[in-house]
């Protein structure tokens, strides 16, 4: 299986990296290929709301930045993870612009291949989700219709510990 994950942490050292990696060296370790995209890295500008992707660009979107290295990726997975810390409630700003930027990707329908999601998140409260669940059961399960592989989450002292780094590479090791 092909897998992309999404990390929208802009900390290249921080808990959410650290989270994706061990998912990414579990997931390898079963046989899968998994490719990390640091969303922070890129220059994704935000959806601009003029439908040239449901006109005349039939589902694709007129800007020509960075996203285009997504929309490339997402062609070939059939799999994905978006990986977050907790900004306000929510996801990254960075990768709640990258995701607005679906719009052009998942109309009428999603990417052929991609049929699974799965999401990492880290914060320092144990009730901080809410906003990123939504997300994710509104925008991935529910409108795309993909099957929700699971959520795991970490908080205070969870970030970076080995427990939860294990957690993920088994959670990653157990995909079929």
Do not use: W
């Not at 999404?6 to 079963?30: V, W, Y």
């Not at 990726?73 to 306000?88: Q, T």
């Not at 999401?119 to 509104?138: H, N, T, V």
């Amino acid at each position: 299986m092909d897998i992309l994950v999404l990390n929208g942490s802009p900390r290249m050292q921080g808990s959410t990296r650290k989270m994706a990696e061990a998912f990414s060296e579990g997931a390898s370790s079963a046989g899968h290929s998994v490719r990390i995209i640091d969303v922070c890295k890129l220059k994704i500008g935000g959806c601009i709301a003029c439908e040239y992707c449901h006109t005349k660009g039939g589902g694709e979107c007129i800007q020509k930045d960075d996203m285009n290295v997504i929309y490339d990726a997402l062609k070939e997975a059939d799999m994905l993870v978006i990986a977050s810390p907790i900004y306000y409630h929510g996801l990254s700003g960075q990768l709640k612009c990258a995701i607005d930027r679906f719009y052009s990707a998942a109309y009428p329908k999603g990417p052929e291949r991609l049929k699974k999601v799965a999401m990492i998140l880290s914060s320092g409260d144990p009730d901080m989700y809410e906003g990123a669940l939504f997300s994710f059961r509104g925008d991935f399960v529910g409108y795309l219709g993909l099957e929700d592989m699971g959520v795991y989450t970490s908080h205070g002292s969870e970030n970076g510990s080995t427990e939860k780094l294990d957690e993920l590479r088994a959670f990653g090791a157990s995909l079929v």
